[in-house]
């Protein structure tokens, strides 16, 4: 219901930065809502499957991505996931966080207006889990400090990563030695799993 309610607020905003800033409301309303959606049809609250909720969490965020307003350009978003289990209170700011960097990356990466891609990556070695989020877009802009930004979204997921107990890290895709390298950007989040399996 909240979700609809913002999805008509956006439609009556009286100016475009208005609009977008109501339909990122939206998507981290509805990453909560496809939570609470797994956990009403479990009997397990112990463990649920990280893939099922991120496949339904980037098909909705995309859903609604800024590149829907145009389109003549193709913004697609892939999602590569194991299946492994994690305990609610793990997999809600982890979908909060694939929310926020999801919509960062289809919101700026390709605001120059040529098509572009995003990769959401879940997997773990160990005990510790790695989600990546990398696009192919004009990258982050010189000088840019992650560590510094005051912006909502990056705020955010570092403190989900904090909650998680984890690490979040963003640079431009490439550094450091990458295998596969090229342009776009990068972001880590690494955490331990927890009492999942």
Known sequence: MVSS???????GAVSEEARRAILEARGRVESMEKLYERLLQTEDYGGL????YLEELVE???EIA???????VALEAALEAEDLELEARRLFPLGLAVNELLT?????AFADGK?????????R??????????????????????????????????????????TFTMRT???AGDADSGPGTLCVLEFETGGGT
Not at 104 to 108: D, G, I, M, Q, W
């Open 115 to 123: 098509a572009g891609r995003v990769g959401v990556t879940l997997s």
């Open 104 to 108: 960062n990356a289809l919101k700026y």
């Open 60 to 62: 909705a965020v995309v």
């Open 173 to 175: 895709a490439g550094e």
């Open 5 to 11: 309610l913002l999805g008509l607020s956006a439609d």
């Open 125 to 166: 070695r160990g005990t510790t889990a790695t989600l990546t989020v990398r696009d192919n877009g004009r990258g982050l802009p010189a000088g840019f400090d992650p560590a510094r930004s005051k912006g909502f979204g990056l705020t955010l997921v570092g403190m989900l990563a904090e909650q998680l107990g984890g």
């Open 66 to 72: 800024p590149g829907k307003e145009r389109p003549e």
């Open 49 to 52: 499957s990280a893939r099922a």
